[in-house]
Each structure stands twice: as structure tokens, then as C-alpha cells.
């Protein structure tokens, strides 16, 4: 026969709290701030003609310091809305449909460019996420994320 206790702990058990990392004597930790620009818009709602000029604009990502910092690449999500007429109950609905793509540079490919000009309307919606840039050297930061509405 052998004999073993069991013991019941009530509650979470406490977590240390987070300690920041320690700096190297002699320097400081500095966060760094991007500002990510589409053009020059921020993230805004713009009237659908400046829209379809800026389809063919650079990202650009600068620092506190307004050092510009190449775009390496980006995910683009188009929200395009298109209104239909429900078959079962014959009343209009709008249909949403996203369509998008990783790209590498700072630009939209000519084909999604010409093929965005065509379907351009109001409401429609654009996302620039996951802008990641070249810092210095072989260092690789995610810039702030952008979002335009058609007007």
C-alpha cells in the first residue's frame, strides 16, 4: 500500500510582474515611432477622384525625426461593396467582398491599380496593414497600419 498527500491551492497563483530589459550601462532605450503615409494622407476618408490619383502614390514611413525609411512590403485589403437585389425576399441588400495580396516595394501593382480605377466607388474601403520597413542594415520594423475611405 503506499501513501501520497495531495495539497489544493486555491486561486491564480501570482505572477512576478514584468521586468523592462536593463540597458547596457552607458546608453538608453529609446522607442521607436513610425508615422506611415499613404501619399501624403494619413489614414482618412478622401473624396474618390484624390483617391484614384493616390492609387498610384508610394507608402512612406518616417520616424520622429521625419527620416524616411524604405518600404520593404505590405498587405493590402480592398473592401469593395457592391448592392444586389435578394432574389427571396426582392429587397436590395449590399454585398461586401474583400480582396487583397502581400506585395513587395511601397506600391500597388499597375494591374490591381487599373483594375481598382475601374471599380472605384463610395463607401469602398482600403487597409494597408503589416507595412514593414528597413530600419538599418538587416533590421526589419512594422510600421504603423493605414485605412482610407472612398468618399
Excluded: C, H
Amino acid at each position: 500500500m503506499s501513501a501520497f498527500s495531495l495539497y489544493a491551492q486555491s486561486g491564480k497563483p501570482k505572477a512576478a510582474p514584468a521586468k523592462k530589459p536593463a540597458a547596457a550601462p552607458g546608453t538608453t532605450i529609446t522607442k521607436l515611432r513610425f508615422r506611415s503615409t499613404w501619399g501624403i494622407f494619413l489614414s482618412d476618408s478622401i473624396p474618390r477622384p484624390e483617391i484614384a490619383k493616390l492609387l498610384d502614390s508610394a507608402l512612406v514611413v518616417r520616424d520622429e525625426k521625419n527620416n524616411k525609411y524604405p518600404v520593404v512590403s505590405f498587405d493590402f485589403t480592398y473592401e469593395n461593396k457592391e448592392f444586389y437585389l435578394n432574389d427571396t425576399t426582392g429587397k436590395p441588400g449590399i454585398y461586401t467582398e474583400y480582396v487583397g495580396d502581400s506585395f513587395k516595394g511601397d506600391k500597388l501593382p499597375a494591374l490591381w491599380v487599373t483594375r481598382i480605377k475601374e471599380l472605384l466607388d463610395k463607401g469602398e474601403v482600403f487597409y494597408f496593414d503589416n507595412i514593414i520597413v528597413n530600419y538599418t542594415g538587416d533590421k526589419l520594423y512594422r510600421a504603423p497600419k493605414l485605412k482610407f475611405i472612398v468618399r
